[in-house]
Every structure is written in structure tokens, then in C-alpha cells.
């Protein structure tokens, strides 16, 4: 590449005394050698004095592209917030631009030159390796769901072992003769646990094996009490009060029901553990659920237990991470994985009074169609 210096061509027929015109000539000459878009504005009027062809092809098809006023204005007036400090999109094409602002004196007139170098292949480049590392993250999270699937199988055991208790006992009454109505009763409530339990054990091989879940509308309330059905047993057990406070006429959730049932039993059962040492009097559970501001559906868990220290809640969603003696770690992990995969957040807080509430967002169906 050999670089333009002046222009030889004109030099043999330029009069002695140079011309206005004359000097806009040359300034274009010069423009036009700039390898970027690029205009020259006249400081006092912010009129367009010169231009190179980039620039009118670029820039120059802008609204009020001729003033420097109304140029920016185009570039910055409805972007608000699109804007990456000197570097704007331009409306209608899309495309990103550095701007450079510099002061040029062109003999005796006071000049703004312009350079908008045209920055949108590096931000589309900054913008995809922002997306491939999202999906990097979220896919190595997926993996250590995968890998913890293994691990899942324990957590079936509690809904097993409760159907051996069930079954245990539905063989006591028939031994002792007991109504027919009871024995049906006990038979039913083990027949939940083990068909969650499959559900489960069918819903993580298919994760493991990548497919996609499947996700349609989805009545919370009905997730809630396939939840409370299987926890009432461990509740009763512990004297625990389970207060409900779903906003009436909630939207569906878009959803794969099992996960998030997955999702809402791990956190009731970390609340009742929570409150295991809590006397009896105090101990209170209350699952909320309403719209929230940004019209997703939020669901509350709230519990009056010890609550969490700061540093505690800080590795609160790290796999394995647990303070029970018979604990996993696990729980929060998975429900981080699923609700993130909803497009959902999980989240902690303090409870007022005392407490936590563990919560989660999912999106209402109609965003996703
Ligand atoms: N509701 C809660 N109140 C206080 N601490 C909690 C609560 N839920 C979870 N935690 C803390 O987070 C840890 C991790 O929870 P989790 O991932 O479900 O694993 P696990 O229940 O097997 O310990 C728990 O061991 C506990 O220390
Ligand atoms: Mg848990």
C-alpha cells in the first residue's frame, strides 16, 4: 500500500492565490485519503464544509447528516442507553461507531473534523463471545448437574423409604383386619410418592441425556399442592403449620412441571430442616406466590429458622455445599440449574421477623410464544 500524500495531480493547474473553494477541494482530497468516515464541520455554524465518500455512505444517509448538531442528535437522541460512551449505533443500518471529535484549523477557517470509525464487526465479536460464554457457563453447570444425577438417586430414597413405610403399615392394618378405606387410603399415598419418584428418576435421565424438557403452560397452584401432598406427612411429623398465600388468578408458567416441583420441594424441605431446632410454637412455614413487577410469576418460600449469615449465603448455591450432618448440598445447585433454565432467577433473603425466604421467578407463557 503505498500512501497518498497531496495531491500531484492538481498541482500544475493551482492558481497562486488559493480559492474558498479551492480549499474545500483539497480538504476533500484529504478526507477522501482517510480510511474511515470522516467530515469537516465549520465550528461556528456547524455546517458541512467537506466529506469523504465513506462518510456519505455511511453517515451521510443519516437525517440532519449535513449539521453537526442534528447529526448528533440523530446518532445520540433516541438511543438512550444504547449508547457505549463515544461509540453510538446509528438508527436504520445498526451499525456501531466510534466517533472522534478534532479541532482543525484550514487556513482561516475554524473547522470540527470528524472521524466514525466503523467498530461493528468488534462489537458483534464482543457481543458473541458474551453469549458463547453464557452458554459456556451454563452448559459446565448443566455437566455438574449431569454428573450430580448419580447423586439425585439419594435424594429418592426419602419418598421410597416412605413408601415402604406406608406399605408397612397398609400390611399391619390388613393383618389386624383394619377398614378397607384406611388400607385404600395408605395405598394411595404411597402410590404419589412412587409415582413422583419415577417421574423423577425418568425426568433426570432424560436431562442427563440432553434433551429438552419439555415446557408448557402450567398451573402453579397445581404444582404447590402436588408438593404439600408429599410433604404432609413430614410436616404433621413436626407440628408444622403450612400457610399458603397464592395471589388469586395467578398466569400459567411456562414450565416442565416436574422440575419445578423438584425445585419447590428441595426448598420446602430445606425450610422444615431449618426449623428443626425452632420450638414448635414458632415455627412457621408460609409459600407465597404473585406476579411481580417484571410480570413474571414469583414464588416465595418463607421459613422462621436460624436464617443465613452473610458468608453463609455466599456459597449457599455451590455444589455440595452443606452444613447437615446428613446433607448433600446439592438441593440449591440443582434448583439454581432448572430455574436458570427456565429463564428464571433463584434467589435468597432475609425473612422480617426472622427467617429466610428462598424464592423463584418463572416466565408466563405468553412471552414465549
Ligand atoms: N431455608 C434455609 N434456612 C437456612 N439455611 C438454609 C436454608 N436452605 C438451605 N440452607 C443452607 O444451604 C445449605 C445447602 O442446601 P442444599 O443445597 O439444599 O443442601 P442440603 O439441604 O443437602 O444441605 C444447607 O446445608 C443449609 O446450610
Ligand atoms: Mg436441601
Request: include cysteine.
Amino acid at each position: 500500500m503505498t500512501p497518498r500524500t497531496g495531491s500531484p495531480r492538481a498541482a500544475g493547474a493551482r492558481p497562486a492565490q488559493p480559492t474558498v473553494q479551492d480549499g474545500a477541494a483539497a480538504l476533500n482530497e484529504v478526507l477522501e485519503a482517510v480510511p474511515f468516515a470522516c467530515a469537516a464541520f465549520d465550528r461556528a455554524t456547524g455546517a458541512l464544509v467537506a466529506s469523504n465518500s465513506r462518510f456519505e455512505g455511511d453517515l451521510g444517509t443519516l437525517p440532519g447528516f449535513a449539521q453537526r448538531d442534528a447529526l448528533l442528535a440523530t446518532l445520540y437522541g433516541d438511543l438512550t442507553g444504547d449508547a457505549r460512551g463515544e461509540e453510538v449505533r446509528a438508527p436504520g443500518s445498526g451499525r456501531w461507531y466510534a466517533l472522534h471529535w478534532r479541532d482543525l484549523d484550514c487556513g482561516t477557517r475554524a473547522l470540527s473534523l470528524l472521524t466514525a470509525v466503523d467498530i461493528s464487526e468488534r462489537i458483534e465479536t464482543l457481543d458473541s463471545h458474551k453469549s458463547q460464554q453464557e452458554k459456556l457457563l451454563f452448559t459446565s453447570r448443566m455437566m455438574s448437574v449431569g454428573e450430580m444425577a448419580a447423586t439425585l438417586a439419594h435424594e429418592l430414597n426419602q419418598p421410597l423409604a416412605a413408601i415402604v413405610n406406608y406399605l408397612n403399615g397398609s400390611l399391619r392394618l390388613v393383618d389386624q383386619a383394619g377398614g378397607p378405606v384406611q388400607v385404600e387410603r395408605a395405598l394411595q399415598a404411597a402410590r404419589t410418592q412412587a409415582e413422583h419418584a419415577s417421574a423423577v428418576i425418568a425426568r433426570v435421565r432424560e436431562f442427563v441425556r440432553a434433551r429438552e424438557p419439555r415446557r408448557d403452560a402450567q398451573e402453579l397452584p397445581l404444582i404447590v399442592d402436588t408438593v404439600l401432598e408429599l410433604l404432609r406427612l413430614e410436616a404433621e411429623r413436626q407440628q408444622l403449620r403450612i400457610e399458603l398465600a397464592l395471589a388469586p388468578g395467578l398466569p400459567a408458567v411456562y414450565a416442565d412441571r416436574v422440575m419445578v416441583e423438584q425445585v419447590l420441594l428441595n426448598l420446602v424441605k430445606n425450610a422444615i430442616e431449618a426449623m428443626r431446632e425452632v420450638p414448635a410454637a414458632q415455627r412457621g412455614l408460609r409459600i407465597e406466590a404473585r406476579v411481580n413487577l417484571d410480570g413474571e410469576v414469583e414464588v416465595r418460600v418463607c421459613d422462621r429458622g436460624p436464617g443465613l449469615s452473610q458468608a453463609e449465603s455466599e456459597q449457599l448455591f455451590s455444589p455440595f455445599y452443606t452444613t447437615k450432618s446428613d446433607g448433600l448440598g446439592i438441593g440449591l445447585a440443582i434448583c439454581r440449574s432448572i430455574i436458570e433454565y427456565h429463564e428464571g432467577r433463584l434467589f435468597f433473603e432475609a425473612r422480617e421477623g426472622g427467617g429466610s425466604v428462598f424464592g423463584f421467578t418463572l416466565p408466563p407463557p405468553d412471552r414465549r410464544l
